[in-house]
């Protein structure tokens, strides 16, 4: 099955031309639009087809970003973090097996920058638990956590 060709798109296709192909095709053969018979039928079959092909995309579309050992990943992470790819960056702390205290700050700060305020700082407090003495970690975690000005 050529997946690509199923959803009408190139093989180098970002995340979101996948998944508008694949809104455009599920809006065109959902079941739904068909009234009970053959059609019907053909439409499930065209669907579970399409829905194969998105996952495929989906999935040859990851970024094939691989770590030699956990320094190396820690390093990638944050530069990651650096140019603004928090989503690659998450997939590459994900990969790793260890949850240092390096980790935990790089994840919570990945996690504060997409907006998942409440998981950074849980993370970002993990960090300064494993590095009490460090700054950095601190001040992230300060950001994370801005205190609540009183109104009167």
Same mark, same amino acid.
């Given at each position: 099955?050529? =997946?690509? *060709?199923?959803?009408?798109?190139?093989?180098?296709?970002?995340?979101? #031309? $996948?998944? &508008? /192909? +694949?809104?455009?095709?599920?809006?065109?053969?959902?079941?739904?639009?068909? =009234?009970? *018979?053959?059609?019907?039928?053909?439409?499930?079959?065209?669907?579970? #087809? $399409?829905? &194969? /092909? +998105?996952?495929?995309?989906?999935?040859?579309?990851?970024?094939?970003?691989?770590?030699?050992?956990e320094?190396?990943?820690?390093?990638?992470?944050?530069?990651?973090?650096?140019?603004? /790819? +928090?989503?690659?960056?998450?997939?590459?702390?994900?990969?790793?097996?260890?949850?240092?205290?390096?980790?935990?700050?790089?994840?919570?700060?990945?996690?504060?920058?997409?907006?998942?305020?409440?998981?950074?700082?849980?993370?970002?407090?993990?960090?300064?638990?494993?590095?009490?003495?460090?700054?950095?970690?601190?001040?992230?975690l300060?950001?994370?956590?801005?205190?609540?000005?009183?109104?009167?």
């Amino acid at each position: 099955m050529d =997946a690509f *060709g199923i959803l009408n798109i190139s093989r180098t296709a970002t995340k979101e #031309e $996948i998944r &508008a /192909a +694949y809104r455009a095709l599920a809006r065109r053969w959902h079941p739904d639009r068909f =009234a009970q *018979g053959p059609e019907r039928d053909w439409a499930n079959e065209k669907m579970a #087809e $399409i829905n &194969a /092909a +998105y996952k495929i995309c989906l999935n040859e579309n990851k970024p094939s970003v691989i770590v030699d050992n956990e320094e190396s990943g820690l390093e990638e992470a944050a530069k990651l973090i650096e140019s603004g /790819a +928090y989503d690659t960056a998450k997939l590459v702390l994900g990969r790793m097996t260890t949850r240092c205290a390096e980790w935990n700050y790089l994840f919570g700060r990945a996690q504060l920058r997409v907006g998942n305020r409440g998981r950074a700082k849980m993370y970002l407090s993990f960090a300064c638990q494993q590095a009490p003495d460090n700054k950095t970690y601190k001040a992230a975690l300060a950001e994370a956590n801005p205190k609540k000005r009183r109104l009167f």
